[in-house]
């Protein structure tokens, strides 16, 4: 994969449909910095391999509560009465006979149980194509890690109490939260994510001459994915092809229509000195650019993926993943959706319907995977804004629960040590929190608490353990994590395989 | 407030007499040269670098000594400026520095303070920290020179090196810089102003800067009403527009679960629905989508439909969540009565309404059971959010210079107490007029339950002088929303954050603290002593010198327009009509292609519209809240946006579109027609759309373009012309 200058501007300036225009290309952050490393004369030695992270958020707050629950009864820990006891009275506990029983070494093999609907489903209402991810705990390709969430360094509840250590600012409000996980820091708001700022470290080194950013996102900007000198790929889902997905109508063969083309192009070299029409001119060139490299040699799945928005938008990084080679990318990171957690009410049915979703567009994703032999090389992880409260809010058929913290996040993969927990131990010795209301890894206090679990495994110790499979050098971990350091000694939560 | 803005324009009067004299000459109206000077960062003699010196130095006179000199990051300097002329209370948050280092990354310095030079008044001192506020590059290395410019009301000045560290290093002077040395007389530059070639308002391009803030998007006849007129009393006509010119939808509520005949059974036999649009109809927001396009397209309050807008953005529901088009009638009902009225009662209204309830859940907060959402959000997205700001809308510090936050969970936890107990109104009788058996009423305000209201006593926001801090116990839930909302009111975060969010929407991403803080003193006091007084900060918005004027030059200045004020500016400048021959009003069925470019009117994806007012865009480190929406993705939706309206149409004859939607470019065809050099035509665009800040570069380009179709095609140029200009950024951004 080694390129040289002439080459790389050959490529670019193909990509944007038009005579080289060099001015163009050098006001892409990502190009001049490459430009600029093979014009120094140096060799670029890009990985041998392929990898690829895809986040899949669950927005508004997936309830950890509900989607994986103990479903024992062994009376050292919190066990499927405990659970009942917070939430059956209004009518939020899902009922034991129901849970998908999952085995966790970590928990001395008790069983525990994963929301109905992330495995088999009855044949009615939304089409079911697949077993869902259940399946996928026993085959060893799902992990779990545990009790996660925002953190500035470890807090025990006693400092939490006394302010001993600095919290997360604003807890429990949703564009705060959503921002650290995606930010990747808790003590002050950021302005690019760790994604964003994985890529803008690894693009030069393992992607010289991709003809696609590094980070792609199916769901638009996302502070996940904006970095400081990289932007990313942002495109519809699978049910607009690659090919259409940035092409600028409108355009043919004619002299005119290629000097209006020409002249699309020339007008954003100019008035770059005014920072808002500059950036809207950058993204509009990477738009240019990528056209060019996506529209060439379609690619489709060979599994079937249903036809939800998140399923058409794993379907959509399943085709680029396919499209690879041409797109001449070693390391790729992949942003979707899935939206409406925030259950305040009517929880059993709406949560129960997005898990669904989700484990069904997961499922296929994995087999498609598998399908295009690319299993080991892409590991798939949820992020959340946060958990929900145990103590219930409201009744009966509208019940909900409210905002909280840690949660229980999904890793998915080949290349994933699967079949277990992983995270670090809260005060029961395990990583699963003790689900007691004002317990002792409850936010709340007093006889109002409402279970809201104090993190025990930190964004970044859940990042890091990814973004170190993904190939970031150690050296490097604190610039993309700057409290990374508070969390030293437990930055590898172990559940990737080297 | 008053008296500061009679002090503005007594002073531009002052400053402009011979100008606004000759304007006065051939008219009676009443607005001035709109345009401020330029400031001129004031150099070394002989050089490009800035005259620059430690603040215990200032002031010295002895000038000619300063030479050549490297400052420390995070010291403080003095920069000097002249060409200003400042209103009373225009200080030193009315001017910022920005930055560029070598490796082309932006900085902001903060300005601690401005003085005149004693004996020469014509010189300000600009007072300057010398490290970086904007906080989205790692502060450059200070090994060299960086360029400093100053801005100051969307205006830059020219640019100068300042030694960082040291001296020297790679970063090259602006094409075209020249020195600006020490000037021992006052500068008279003059204004950028028009010639007297017709009466009224005569500087067009400022009037086309102000119809794209107030409107959405300028039209020939509104340009020529304020050439007549005025800005100042077409805003008083505007505040007393009849609104709406379209009347609203008006479908009846349904029940939750749609019946068999309105779409609401699939399985077959599926029952016909009657009318066979009801689904479409009233439960989703097709209708309302469609109203709002054609209120936009052809209403005649302009200014309260895009205020209304404005306010929707901020107060958001979603359609997503409210499923029928009546609830979200009444709630736009509620903002664009309120838009020009009093902010307490609009957010008195929006609390009772039902779609809100809904939509944040207080319609089913109960004492035993009380949910959260809306006391969260009406602090956090709505009126004051998370941090104590000052009156110009900055962060205030505590002594580890960090923010401090507004309140806390437990805060929280008492506005949910006190929201609790609220429901539908399903009584039977007056006080709820819309009551429909079988549909819950969303049209009507909830009725508390007292029953179900916590009645403990409360603790709420703490500032100071506090309004209703503390509640007492036993009231009853209907007073205590009062009181709860006065102490709302009454925080000081309201007005600033309030006007910067509406100045974001209506004219600049990033307007300058003293701004915000003229627009936050009329929210505080309209001049009469009233508080929350929109027609009044509306009028300021519009009316400030950061928002007028003929041309602005800061780098930094302007907004993304959102995918609604592209469409809608785009089809308004060229006679949006019915698909062709377009003998009437296009139907307003634009939804699809808007909500391409990112923006499903009425269908936000969350609670926090389709794009937050924080958002920084990536590189240059500026709030840009629209460019949350801009994506490669999205970005090239707009460029086909522009393509199917300039060169095709959106067809009539559909289920959703009987009309369609066309542009009428009869009147740029003559002019390409008229004239085979097309001077003519792209002069008139640049007045129409660019507001005459097309450069020679930019129309060298277009008209090379432009030029590649024969003459006898004038269809075709106009078609170029105007697809290269609205696609450009710089159309796309508003400044």
Same mark, same amino acid.
């Given at each position: 994969?080694?390129?040289?200058?002439?080459?790389?501007?050959?490529?670019?300036?193909?990509?944007?449909?038009?005579?080289?225009?060099?001015?163009?290309?050098?006001?892409?952050?990502?190009?001049?910095?490459?430009?600029?490393?093979?014009?120094?004369?140096?060799?670029?030695?890009?990985?041998?391999?392929?990898?690829?992270?895809?986040?899949?958020?669950?927005?508004?707050?997936?309830?950890?509560?509900?989607?994986?629950?103990?479903?024992?009864?062994?009376?050292?820990?919190?066990?499927?009465?405990?659970?009942?006891?917070?939430?059956?009275?209004?009518?939020?506990?899902?009922?034991?006979?129901?849970?998908?029983?999952?085995?966790?070494?970590?928990?001395?093999?008790?069983?525990?149980?994963?929301?109905?609907?992330?495995?088999?489903?009855?044949?009615?209402?939304?089409?079911?194509?697949?077993?869902?991810?259940?399946?996928?705990?026993?085959?060893?390709?799902?992990?779990?890690?545990?009790?996660?969430?925002?953190?500035?360094?470890?807090?025990?509840?006693?400092?939490?109490?006394?302010?001993?250590?600095?919290?997360?600012?604003?807890?429990?409000?949703?564009?705060?939260?959503?921002?650290?996980?995606?930010?990747?820091?808790?003590?002050?708001?950021?302005?690019t994510g760790w994604g964003g700022r994985v890529s803008d470290l690894r693009t030069?080194?393992?992607?010289?001459?991709?003809?696609?950013?590094?980070?792609?996102?199916?769901?638009?900007?996302?502070?996940?994915?904006?970095?400081?000198?990289?932007?990313?790929?942002?495109?519809?889902?699978?049910?607009?092809?690659?090919?259409?997905?940035?092409?600028?109508?409108?355009?043919?063969?004619?002299?005119?229509?290629?000097?209006?083309?020409?002249?699309?192009?020339?007008?954003?070299?100019?008035?770059?000195?005014?920072?808002?029409?500059?950036?809207?001119?950058?993204?509009?060139?990477?738009?240019?650019?990528?056209?060019?490299?996506?529209?060439?040699?379609?690619?489709?799945?060979?599994?079937?993926?249903?036809?939800?928005?998140?399923?058409?938008?794993?379907?959509?990084?399943?085709?680029?993943?396919?499209?690879?080679?041409?797109?001449?990318?070693?390391?790729?990171?992949?942003?979707?959706?899935?939206?409406?957690?925030?259950?305040?009410?009517?929880?059993?049915?709406?949560?129960?319907?997005?898990?669904?979703?989700?484990?069904?567009?997961?499922?296929?994703?994995?087999?498609?995977?598998?399908?295009?032999?690319?299993?080991?090389?892409?590991?798939?992880?949820?992020?959340?804004?946060?958990?929900?409260?145990?103590?219930?809010?409201?009744?009966?058929?509208?019940?909900?629960?409210?905002?909280?913290?840690?949660?229980?996040?999904?890793?998915?993969?080949?290349?994933?040590?699967?079949?277990?927990?992983?995270?670090?131990?809260?005060?029961?010795?395990?990583?699963?929190?003790?689900?007691?209301?004002?317990?002792?890894?409850?936010?709340?206090?007093?006889?109002?608490?409402?279970?809201?679990?104090?993190?025990?495994?930190?964004?970044?110790?859940?990042?890091?353990?990814?973004?170190?499979?993904?190939?970031?050098?150690?050296?490097?971990?604190?610039?993309?994590?700057?409290?990374?350091?508070?969390?030293?000694?437990?930055?590898?939560?172990?559940?990737?395989?080297? | 407030?008053?008296?500061?803005?009679?002090?503005?324009?007594?002073?531009?009067?002052?400053?402009?007499?011979?100008?606004?004299l000759a304007a006065f000459s051939v008219s009676a109206q009443q607005d001035p040269?709109?345009?401020?000077?330029?400031?001129?960062?004031?150099?070394?003699?002989?050089?490009?670098?800035?005259?620059?010196?430690?603040?215990?130095?200032?002031?010295?006179?002895?000038?000619?000594?300063?030479?050549?000199?490297?400052?420390?990051?995070?010291?403080?300097?003095?920069?000097?400026?002249?060409?200003?002329?400042?209103?009373?209370?225009?200080?030193?948050?009315?001017?910022?520095?920005?930055?560029?280092?070598?490796?082309?990354?932006?900085?902001?310095?903060?300005?601690?303070?401005?003085?005149?030079?004693?004996?020469?008044?014509?010189?300000?001192?600009?007072?300057?920290?010398?490290?970086d506020i904007l906080g989205f590059h790692t502060q450059t290395a200070a090994e060299?020179?960086?360029?400093?410019?100053?801005?100051?009301?969307?205006?830059?000045?020219?640019?100068?090196?300042?030694?960082?560290?040291?001296?020297?290093?790679?970063?090259?002077?602006?094409?075209?810089?020249?020195?600006?040395?020490?000037?021992?007389?006052?500068?008279?530059?003059?204004?950028?102003?028009?010639?007297?070639?017709?009466?009224?308002?005569?500087?067009?391009?400022?009037?086309?800067?102000?119809?794209?803030?107030?409107?959405?998007?300028?039209?020939?006849?509104?340009?020529?009403?304020?050439?007549?007129?005025?800005?100042?009393?077409?805003?008083?006509?505007?505040?007393?527009?009849?609104?709406?010119?379209?009347?609203?939808?008006?479908?009846?509520?349904?029940?939750?679960?749609?019946?068999?005949?309105?779409?609401?059974?699939?399985?077959?036999?599926?029952?016909?629905?009657?009318?066979?649009?009801?689904?479409?109809?009233?439960?989703?927001?097709?209708?309302?989508?469609?109203?709002?396009?054609?209120?936009?397209?052809?209403?005649?309050?302009?200014?309260?439909?895009?205020?209304?807008?404005?306010?929707?953005?901020?107060?958001?529901?979603?359609?997503?969540?409210?499923?029928?088009?009546?609830?979200?009638?009444?709630?736009?009902?509620?903002?664009?009565?309120?838009?020009?009225?009093?902010?307490?009662?609009?957010?008195?209204?929006?609390?009772?309404? +039902? !779609?809100?309830? #809904? &939509?944040? @859940?207080?319609?089913?907060?109960?004492? $035993? *059971?009380? =949910?959260?959402?809306?006391?969260?959000?009406?602090?956090?997205?709505?009126?004051?959010?998370?941090?104590?700001?000052?009156?110009?809308?900055?962060?205030?510090?505590?002594?580890?210079?960090?923010?401090?936050?507004?309140?806390?969970?437990?805060?929280?936890?008492?506005?949910?107490?006190?929201?609790?107990?609220?429901?539908?109104?399903?009584?039977?009788?007056?006080?709820?007029?819309?009551?429909? +058996? !079988?549909?819950? #009423? &969303?049209? @009507?305000?909830?009725?508390?339950?007292? $029953? *179900?209201? =916590?009645?403990?006593?409360?603790?709420?926001?703490?500032?100071?002088?506090?309004?209703?801090?503390?509640?007492?116990?036993?009231?009853?839930?209907?007073?205590?929303?009062?009181?709860?909302?006065?102490?709302?009111?009454?925080?000081?975060?309201?007005?600033?954050?309030?006007?910067?969010?509406?100045?974001?929407?209506?004219?600049?991403?990033?307007?300058?603290?003293?701004?915000?803080?003229?627009?936050? !003193?009329?929210? #505080?006091?309209?001049?009469?002593?009233?508080?929350?007084?929109?027609?009044?900060?509306?009028?300021?918005?519009?009316?400030?010198?950061?928002?007028?004027?003929?041309?602005?030059?800061?780098?930094?200045?302007?907004?993304?327009?959102?995918?609604?004020?592209?469409?809608?500016?785009?089809?308004?400048?060229?006679?949006?009509?019915?698909?062709?021959?377009?003998?009437?009003?296009?139907?307003?069925?634009?939804?699809?292609?808007?909500?391409?470019?990112?923006?499903?009117?009425?269908?936000?994806?969350?609670?926090?519209?389709?794009?937050?007012?924080?958002?920084?865009?990536?590189?240059?480190?500026?709030?840009?809240?629209?460019?949350?929406?801009?994506?490669?993705?999205?970005?090239?939706?707009?460029?086909?946006?522009?393509?199917?309206?300039?060169?095709?149409?959106?067809?009539?004859?559909?289920?959703?579109?009987?009309?369609?939607?066309?542009?009428?470019?009869?009147?740029?065809?003559?002019?390409?027609?008229?004239?085979?050099?097309?001077?003519?035509?792209?002069?008139?665009?640049?007045?129409?759309?660019?507001?005459?800040?097309?450069?020679?570069?930019?129309?060298?380009?277009?008209?090379?373009?432009?030029?590649?179709?024969?003459?006898?095609?004038?269809?075709?140029?106009?078609?170029?012309?105007?697809?290269?200009?609205?696609?450009?950024?710089?159309?796309?951004?508003?400044?």
């Amino acid at each position: 994969m080694k390129q040289d200058r002439r080459e790389f501007i050959k490529k670019s300036s193909c990509a944007l449909g038009m005579a080289a225009i060099a001015t163009q290309v050098e006001h892409f952050g990502l190009m001049s910095a490459l430009a600029q490393k093979t014009d120094d004369g140096m060799d670029f030695n890009p990985p041998s391999d392929y990898r690829a992270l895809v986040c899949v958020f669950m927005a508004g707050g997936n309830d950890g509560n509900n989607t994986v629950i103990p479903n024992h009864s062994d009376a050292s820990l919190s066990n499927y009465q405990s659970y009942a006891a917070a939430r059956s009275a209004q009518g939020l506990a899902l009922a034991q006979n129901t849970l998908l029983p999952i085995s966790v070494p970590r928990m001395n093999n008790l069983t525990y149980g994963l929301n109905p609907n992330l495995g088999i489903l009855p044949p009615s209402g939304t089409t079911i194509i697949n077993n869902g991810i259940h399946e996928l705990w026993a085959q060893g390709k799902m992990a779990i890690a545990t009790n996660v969430g925002t953190l500035v360094a470890p807090m025990t509840r006693a400092q939490y109490q006394n302010g001993s250590i600095r919290r997360p600012f604003q807890l429990f409000s949703h564009s705060d939260q959503v921002s650290q996980y995606q930010g990747g820091r808790a003590d002050t708001p950021v302005y690019t994510g760790w994604g964003g700022r994985v890529s803008d470290l690894r693009t030069a080194p393992d992607n010289p001459g991709g003809l696609i950013p590094m980070i792609t996102s199916i769901n638009g900007a996302q502070l996940f994915t904006a970095g400081n000198t990289t932007l990313p790929l942002a495109i519809a889902s699978a049910t607009t092809p690659l090919a259409q997905v940035l092409n600028p109508q409108g355009f043919n063969t004619t002299a005119a229509s290629q000097a209006r083309l020409a002249a699309f192009n020339q007008l954003r070299t100019q008035d770059l000195g005014a920072n808002y029409i500059k950036a809207a001119s950058h993204i509009t060139d990477q738009a240019m650019i990528a056209n060019q490299a996506l529209g060439s040699n379609p690619q489709e799945v060979t599994v079937p993926f249903p036809t939800t928005t998140i399923g058409n938008q794993l379907k959509q990084v399943a085709r680029i993943i396919k499209k690879r080679g041409d797109l001449a990318v070693n390391r790729q990171i992949f942003y979707v959706q899935i939206g409406s957690f925030d259950t305040h009410n009517n929880q059993i049915a709406g949560q129960g319907n997005l898990l669904a979703q989700f484990s069904q567009a997961v499922r296929s994703f994995n087999d498609e995977m598998i399908a295009q032999g690319a299993s080991n090389n892409v590991t798939l992880f949820s992020m959340s804004d946060f958990s929900r409260t145990l103590n219930p809010a409201g009744v009966g058929a509208i019940v909900g629960s409210d905002h909280a913290w840690a949660n229980h996040m999904f890793i998915i993969g080949g290349a994933v040590n699967g079949g277990n927990f992983y995270g670090v131990n809260t005060s029961n010795g395990t990583p699963y929190p003790t689900l007691t209301m004002n317990g002792p890894d409850d936010a709340d206090s007093g006889s109002g608490a409402r279970g809201r679990w104090i993190p025990t495994t930190s964004v970044e110790q859940y990042a890091a353990t990814l973004a170190r499979w993904y190939g970031l050098p150690e050296a490097d971990m604190q610039t993309v994590f700057p409290n990374y350091n508070n969390f030293l000694g437990n930055t590898n939560l172990g559940f990737m395989q080297p | 407030m008053m008296s500061v803005k009679s002090l503005l324009w007594r002073q531009i009067l002052s400053a402009y007499c011979v100008i606004f004299l000759a304007a006065f000459s051939v008219s009676a109206q009443q607005d001035p040269n709109p345009d401020s000077l330029t400031p001129i960062l004031i150099s070394e003699p002989d050089s490009l670098r800035a005259l620059a010196n430690a603040p215990d130095k200032f002031g010295s006179g002895n000038f000619s000594k300063i030479k050549n000199r490297a400052f420390e990051p995070n010291s403080k300097v003095v920069l000097y400026v002249t060409n200003l002329d400042l209103m009373a209370d225009e200080g030193a948050n009315a001017f910022r520095v920005n930055v560029e280092d070598a490796q082309g990354r932006h900085y902001r310095f903060p300005v601690l303070d401005i003085q005149r030079l004693n004996g020469q008044e014509w010189i300000y001192a600009l007072t300057v920290e010398l490290r970086d506020i904007l906080g989205f590059h790692t502060q450059t290395a200070a090994e060299g020179d960086v360029l400093v410019s100053v801005a100051w009301r969307g205006l830059a000045s020219n640019r100068l090196r300042l030694g960082f560290g040291a001296t020297g290093g790679t970063i090259k002077d602006d094409t075209g810089a020249a020195p600006s040395p020490f000037p021992k007389t006052p500068i008279k530059t003059s204004v950028n102003s028009e010639p007297p070639n017709a009466v009224g308002y005569l500087y067009s391009g400022d009037r086309t800067r102000f119809l794209e803030q107030a409107t959405f998007g300028p039209t020939p006849a509104l340009d020529e009403r304020i050439r007549r007129i005025g800005l100042r009393i077409w805003l008083e006509e505007q505040f007393n527009a009849q609104y709406p010119t379209n009347p609203y939808p008006d479908f009846p509520l349904m029940p939750s679960t749609a019946p068999p005949d309105c779409n609401g059974n699939n399985t077959p036999p599926d029952p016909p629905d009657v009318p066979a649009t009801c689904s479409r109809d009233r439960y989703t927001m097709y209708p309302v989508q469609n109203w709002f396009f054609k209120e936009a397209f052809y209403g005649n309050a302009q200014l309260k439909h895009r205020v209304a807008w404005a306010l929707g953005q901020f107060w958001v529901i979603s359609g997503v969540d409210t499923q029928q088009s009546s609830y979200m009638v009444a709630y736009h009902q509620l903002l664009s009565k309120n838009a020009f009225g009093n902010y307490r009662t609009l957010m008195n209204d929006i609390t009772l309404n +039902p !779609g809100m309830g #809904n &939509y944040l @859940d207080m319609v089913r907060s109960t004492r $035993n *059971n009380p =949910n959260e959402n809306f006391a969260r959000e009406i602090l956090q997205l709505f009126n004051i959010g998370l941090f104590m700001l000052n009156q110009d809308g900055t962060l205030q510090l505590d002594n580890n210079n960090q923010p401090i936050p507004t309140y806390d969970q437990e805060t929280v936890n008492n506005f949910t107490k006190v929201f609790t107990g609220w429901q539908l109104c399903e009584t039977t009788g007056a006080s709820c007029p819309n009551r429909t +058996p !079988g549909a819950p #009423n &969303y049209k @009507d305000p909830m009725l508390l339950n007292q $029953n *179900n209201h =916590n009645v403990q006593a409360k603790t709420l926001l703490d500032y100071p002088n506090a309004v209703n801090k503390n509640i007492a116990a036993n009231l009853n839930g209907n007073v205590e929303m009062q009181l709860a909302l006065d102490n709302i009111f009454y925080h000081p975060n309201v007005a600033p954050f309030v006007s910067r969010i509406l100045i974001q929407h209506l004219v600049t991403s990033d307007p300058t603290p003293a701004y915000v803080g003229r627009v936050a !003193g009329v929210f #505080n006091n309209n001049g009469s002593g009233v508080r929350g007084d929109l027609k009044a900060v509306v009028r300021q918005i519009l009316l400030d010198p950061e928002a007028r004027g003929n041309v602005k030059t800061d780098p930094n200045y302007g907004k993304l327009r959102e995918p609604v004020q592209l469409a809608t500016n785009l089809l308004r400048h060229f006679g949006v009509r019915s698909a062709n021959p377009g003998t009437s009003q296009s139907d307003g069925y634009i939804n699809p292609q808007v909500s391409s470019m990112g923006q499903n009117t009425f269908y936000s994806p969350t609670v926090f519209n389709f794009y937050s007012p924080d958002y920084v865009v990536p590189g240059p480190g500026l709030n840009g809240p629209e460019f949350n929406i801009l994506t490669t993705g999205t970005a090239i939706n707009r460029t086909n946006f522009v393509n199917t309206m300039v060169y095709s149409q959106i067809a009539g004859g559909s289920t959703n579109a009987p009309l369609g939607t066309s542009i009428n470019l009869a009147e740029m065809q003559a002019l390409a027609a008229a004239d085979t050099t097309s001077n003519r035509l792209l002069d008139t665009l640049n007045t129409k759309m660019m507001h005459g800040t097309m450069t020679a570069q930019n129309k060298a380009t277009i008209m090379t373009a432009v030029q590649a179709l024969p003459s006898t095609d004038p269809l075709g140029r106009a078609r170029a012309a105007i697809y290269l200009i609205a696609t450009s950024s710089q159309y796309q951004v508003q400044r």
